[in-house]
């Protein structure tokens, strides 16, 4: 026979989910430095990584041309979790755009600079903390296709503002040099397409370096050697013929801090040229919306 009793019977209520400690202001801080210090461990271990491979150290050099205005300890680590990415926001960013992230996607951790303190000797340092982003292969949206520029209008760029003269001769090794002493880039005539960008890049790469306060002519070599390469990798110019094979041994056996100062002075150098290079190509472009505008 049933039993109806339990109709008219008021059933437990269930036990409520159990709720995760609260962590306490000092464990908290633990937390968030154990996940910085977690990083920079990463870091320091593509570091070395990347100075004992040249392929490796070709990976990073794209990871950190695509990503010029990262420092080159983000470079290392989004090139240790995702050397494919090509365009990063955090999840309110993408949002913000229209744009979601696809659900179960791992984000990347990076570091982002927070609040600026003053240190003994007078220097400004800064707070960081974990950042997540997404690369743009993790959203929705469609991948933009890379922008194709016109050799001269490219070659046009790099030379605009230029820190030194440029002069053209006969018989210039390289097809391009930077004269120390003249402090003057010197050109081959008779070049274009890009060669004559590949080389330009690599001699006002070193005039660049030239500028600085680390400048050292043969250290220079390779850091021009360097930027050069990620210039034509960021501008669609053919940059097989790079080699990374024979790393500089000083760096292959370097500790880590010495080979992200050295990596810091290639991508500031990098960062220099890119935002020149970017100033006079939006001015073409302006340029060219203004006439055709006209024409119509």
Sequence with gaps: MANFDDLFTTPAAPEPPNDPPQLTKEEYAAKKKAERDDLYALADEMAHEIMQDGD????FLDVQARFDRYSPTNALLIYAQNDKATR????DGW?????????????????????????????TGYYYHVKKVFDIAQTD?????????????????????RPVPIEMAENVPNGAAYDYTRRTVVVQRGMDGQD?????????????????EHADPQADAFRGYCV???LCRKYGVDARGYDFSRLPESLRDADSQTIRSELTDIRD???????RMERA???SRAAAQKNVRKER
Excluded: N, W
């Design 95 to 123: 949002k913000k755009q229209g744009v979601y992230v696809r659900r179960h996607e791992t984000g990347i951790s990076i570091l982002e600079a927070g609040d600026s303190y003053v240190t003994e000797d007078g220097r």
């Design 196 to 212: 004559l960008f590949r080389c330009v890049s690599l001699a006002m790469a070193r005039a660049e370096l030239d500028q600085t």
């Design 56 to 59: 490796a150290f070709r990976g």
């Design 228 to 230: 050069s390469y990620m």
């Design 281 to 283: 190509l939006e001015q």
């Design 88 to 91: 990063l926001r955090d999840f």
């Design 269 to 275: 150098t990098l960062q220099t040229m890119t935002g």
């Design 141 to 161: 949206a469609k991948r933009q296709p890379q922008i194709h520029y016109d050799d001269r209008l490219l070659l046009s760029a790099l030379i605009s503002k």
